[in-house]
């Protein structure tokens, strides 16, 4: 069984090797380099030979099968139904030998992990809650479609030009739509309410967990100081420290959702530093 299990892995790894620079994909997208590889998919960036753009190709892999071209289906579903200037659009979507693609606009700039990660970036309690906000835009709009991101979290998170872009809906679904079973052991080690239909709540929550990480940024260590609560560790403003509660569940939330939210932002944000 294990011996099985490990050919079958190996197998994995030589159908789903990346393809190399210089690959033309459709008759149309040059490789020219590979962005990512996903549990279920392959991104590339891509010269689009017909337009000269730069894309985004996101391609099935073939050891995942018929789940990995499904999600490649459902992500081009959800995106197809959005227009918003800080959500890439979708371009294209085919399928090629055998895979399925999808062809992004390209956003030229730096994830927020990153720039937190890489680069020592530091972000103020200000600047926090106006990136925040940005982002507050394009989940509102996910939200006013009827679907909700699922995975609103910094590595999909890019800045350009000082502007945020929402990127990777992979995990997007339908207001009221579990998880799909099949991705459930995926998000096995994130906390509950995975395994619950999907409300704006989930994403309200995930954006209360970005805050979080972008709030740290800025947090320097005491020598030989125990780790305590964020609250403790943070010095933060009252009405930041209310915000996050509501966000994290441990206060009653944003019932009306992103629009409450964005006000509340706006609220506090001349008494942020
Ligand atoms: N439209 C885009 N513009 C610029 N970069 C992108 C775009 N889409 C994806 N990327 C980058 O490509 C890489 C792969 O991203 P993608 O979201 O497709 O999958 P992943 O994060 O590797 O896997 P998973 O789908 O499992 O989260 C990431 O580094 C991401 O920043």
Redesign the pocket.
């Known amino acids: 069984m294990e011996l099985q299990r490990s050919w079958q892995r190996l197998l994995g790894l030589w159908t789903d090797r990346p393809l190399p620079k210089g690959a033309i994909i459709a008759e149309r997208y040059t490789i020219c380099e590979l ?7 392959l ?1 590339y ?1 891509c010269i689009d030979e017909q337009t000269g753009d730069e894309v ?1 190709l ?1 391609g099935s892999k073939p050891s995942k099968g018929k789940l990995s071209a499904r999600l490649l289906s459902r992500e081009a579903d959800v995106m197809s139904r959005l227009q918003h200037p800080a959500i ?1 659009k979708l371009l294209n979507a085919f399928i090629y030998k055998g895979r399925s693609y999808i062809a ?6 730096e ?1 927020l992990e990153t720039y937190i990660f890489e680069q020592g970036q530091r972000y103020s309690e200000r600047e926090c809650i106006e990136l925040a906000s940005q982002l507050l835009s394009p989940i509102a709009h996910v939200h006013q479609q009827g679907y909700i991101h699922g ?1 609103v979290r910094i ?2 998170v ?1 800045m350009k030009d000082g502007h945020l ?1 929402l ?2 809906f ?1 995990l997007a679904r339908q207001m009221g739509e579990p998880l799909l079973p099949e991705l459930k052991r995926r998000m096995r080690e994130l906390p509950a309410p995975e395994d619950e239909p999907a409300t704006p709540d989930q994403d309200l929550q995930d954006l209360g967990h970005f805050l979080l990480f972008m709030l740290y940024s800025a947090y320097e260590p005491e020598k030989g100081k125990a780790p305590a609560s964020w609250q403790e560790e943070l010095d933060l403003q009252p009405d930041l420290v209310i915000m996050l509660e509501r966000l994290l569940g441990l206060r009653p939330g944003y019932e009306a959702g992103a629009s409450e939210l964005q006000a509340e932002m706006q609220r506090i944000l001349p008494k942020l530093h």
């Open positions: 962005l990512g590889m996903g549990s279920y998919g991104t960036l985004a996101k890439p992004i606009e390209y956003i030229r700039g994830t995975d590595p999909n890019i872009h990127i990777d992979g």
